[in-house]
């Protein structure tokens, strides 16, 4: 079963930097896209950033040039590193991976798969 196990969150304060990293575990495959959400207490999930197979990103709008998506796909790991890091950023950031390709025994099976999340905390 692939699971979505993220670190590195944790308190810092405005203007420092934190850096998670999410690896899918199992014995996968292919994974199309990688990325994180996140979501603020009171606030809906937002997309915050995405990076393809190749290479490709996108950013949330508030958070470009300051945070970097990249990913090691021999590993199966993303990484979102995050600078300047502003009071609102403080949320909970969960990882997803879509286009998920796996083996269990002789059986493939695959789809989107996401994180139990990790804390982020920025005081000001």
């Known amino acids: 079963q692939v699971q979505l196990v993220e670190s590195g969150g944790g308190l810092v304060q405005a203007g420092g930097s934190l850096r998670l990293t999410c690896v899918a575990s199992?014995?996968?495959?292919?994974?199309?896209?990688m990325g994180w959400y996140r979501q603020a207490p009171g606030k809906q999930r937002e997309l915050v950033a995405t990076?393809?197979?190749?290479?490709?990103?996108n950013y949330l709008d508030s958070v470009k040039g300051r945070f970097t998506i990249s990913r090691d796909n021999a590993k199966n790991t993303v990484f979102l590193q995050m600078d300047s890091l502003e009071p609102e950023d403080t949320a909970v950031y969960y990882c997803h991976a879509d286009g998920v390709v796996a083996k269990s025994g002789s059986v493939y099976y695959g789809g989107r798969y996401g994180g139990q999340g990790t804390q982020v905390t920025v005081s000001s």
């Open positions: 990076i393809t197979t190749g290479g490709t990103r």
């Open positions: 199992g014995i996968i495959y292919s994974i199309d896209i």
